[in-house]
């Protein structure tokens, strides 16, 4: 079946502006997380969703990010007044069951760009 | 707090040499610790996964091992190929049963092989 997709694949933006990503998991996975990859760097836990709720959203690193999952299935990460040091990868992953260490199934992330 | 690093963080080799990556990571409580491959543009693919209580895992011209105590994990590549250029990403979950779904990434080796 269909991995995970992310939209857009690329996205470049104005410092100040607003930008939303999206992921589509696996179907049936309950779980998903957003990571962040910034250059030359290993990817970062945001946050995780157990069904429509975050479960730890720990990760994010300040109140202009913000990240919504309303139906269990589709998420959208979305981010205020971009600034530049936001540039980085955005990777999406889901895993079949939540909590517990079950394997997370990635997709090919957002490539943000805050010019 | 748990940190993983890798080096090198880059190596260039000639077709056909075996080559050996590092991981090291400075809690040792992990649950397990896995080895991922990154493409430009998409998303990450498992390749190995050791659980905190094997030594070490193999899957073809692959092979990882974990040393718990000593914090260290290590990708031995055999007979490298052009196909095989790509970044390398490790990775350990914690062994606290609240935390396990939470990946800490090292920082990567970006390998180039020679044709």
């Known amino acids: 079946g269909a991995g995970v997709s992310q939209t857009p694949s690329n996205k470049v933006t104005e410092k100040g502006k607003y930008v939303e990503l999206r992921c589509d998991p696996i179907?049936?996975?309950?779980?998903l997380y957003w990571y962040r990859q910034s250059l030359g760097q290993g990817p970062e836990f945001l946050i995780y969703?157990?069904?429509?709720?975050?479960?730890?959203d720990s990760g994010l690193p300040n109140d202009r990010f913000f990240a919504v999952r309303p139906e269990g299935s589709v998420s959208t990460l979305k981010i205020q007044r971009t600034e530049r040091g936001d540039s980085a990868v955005y990777l999406c992953?889901?895993?079949?069951?939540?909590?517990?260490?079950?394997?997370?199934?990635f997709g090919p992330g957002t490539r943000l760009t805050v010019t | 707090k748990q940190e993983v690093t890798q080096i090198p963080a880059a190596l260039s080799v000639p077709e056909g040499e075996n080559l050996v990556l590092n991981c090291s990571f400075t809690?040792?409580?992990?649950?397990?610790l896995q080895w991922f491959r990154q493409d430009p543009g998409k998303g990450l693919t498992s390749l190995l996964l050791?659980?905190?209580?094997?030594r070490e895992q193999t899957s073809g011209r692959l092979n990882a091992s974990l040393d718990k105590s000593s914090g260290r994990s290590t990708l031995y590549i055999a007979a490298s190929q052009p196909g095989d250029s790509a970044t390398y990403l490790c990775?350990?979950?914690?062994?606290?049963?609240?935390?396990?779904?939470?990946?800490?990434f090292g920082t990567g080796t970006r390998l180039k092989v020679l044709a």
């Open positions: 050791i659980q905190s209580s094997q």
């Open positions: 990775a350990v979950r914690r062994s606290d049963p609240l935390l396990t779904y939470k990946y800490i």
């Open positions: 809690d040792s409580a992990i649950y397990n």
């Open positions: 992953a889901s895993s079949l069951q939540t909590g517990g260490p079950y394997e997370q199934y």
């Open positions: 969703f157990q069904g429509t709720g975050a479960a730890d």
């Open positions: 179907s049936g996975h309950t779980a």
